[in-house]
């Protein structure tokens, strides 16, 4: 079974730092490219962030560019989010999503972990 | 960057009814489209991606058609457990867009 786990949300300051991470499991991690959303309380989807399988292309939002940063380390299954400079409007539910092959539609999701920046 | 516009943002319907929402892209993604389903708390789910390949599992009431910049998600005959918000999300590019949402009520 496919599952995507988060972690490392919390309560920032604005202009402070977190790292995210999802733990993933149940298929060959390395052979898929990956996502990060987020979604801001009673707003929409927006999407964050692109890795593909090899760590070779990465995208990013503008709203987030030069402050994010994402990676992947393929031993351990683990793709992550360094988040700096935090700002309020970076307050959001944050989802890590597997693309169903390389820039394609998201076929599985994490349950989200919540990042509050917040002085 | 290609915007996405879902209409409507509300839609109140019942239990039964043939429920349609409608995605407008700001420029062509041939067929590169997919559709999601979210509830309260929830990670979102695909219904329907390629614009109109349903998802393994997803109920066939639930279909998709369009290309280029006008698609469609059709609920045939809605049911309780598809009062939800439906998301369109194109993936012509790396940088993937969504629409902003439409959020499907009980009337």
């Known amino acids: 079974e496919v599952q995507l786990v988060e972690s490392g949300g919390g309560l920032v300051q604005p202009g402070g730092s977190l790292r995210l991470s999802c733990a993933a499991s149940?298929?060959?991690?390395?052979?898929?490219?990956m996502n990060w959303v987020r979604q801001a309380p009673g707003k929409g989807l927006e999407w964050v962030s692109y890795?593909?399988?090899?760590?070779?292309?990465?995208y990013y939002a503008d709203s987030v560019k030069g402050r994010f940063t994402i990676s992947r380390d393929n031993a351990k299954n683990s793709l992550y989010l360094q988040m700096n400079s935090l700002r309020d409007e970076d307050t959001a539910v944050y989802y890590c999503?597997?693309?169903?092959?390389?820039?394609?539609?998201?076929?599985?999701w994490g349950q989200g972990t919540l990042v509050t920046v917040s002085s | 960057d290609i915007q996405m516009t879902q209409s409507p943002s509300t839609l109140s319907a019942s239990v039964g009814d043939r429920v349609t929402i409608t995605c407008r892209a700001s420029?062509?993604?041939?067929?590169?489209l997919a559709w999601y389903q979210q509830k309260p708390g929830k990670a979102p789910k695909v219904l329907i991606y390629?614009?109109?390949s349903l998802e393994s599992g997803v109920p066939s009431r639930f279909s998709g058609s369009g290309s280029g910049t006008e698609f469609t998600l059709t609920i045939s005959s809605l049911q309780p457990d598809d009062f939800a918000t439906y998301y369109c999300?194109?993936?012509?590019?790396?940088?993937?867009?969504f629409g902003q949402g439409t959020n499907v009520e009980s009337k």
């Open positions: 999503a597997r693309d169903w092959q390389p820039v394609h539609h998201f076929d599985y």
């Open positions: 149940g298929f060959t991690f390395s052979s898929y490219s």
């Open positions: 890795i593909s399988s090899s760590s070779s292309i990465i």
């Open positions: 420029q062509s993604i041939s067929s590169w």
């Open positions: 390629k614009a109109s």
């Open positions: 999300q194109q993936y012509n590019t790396y940088s993937r867009t």
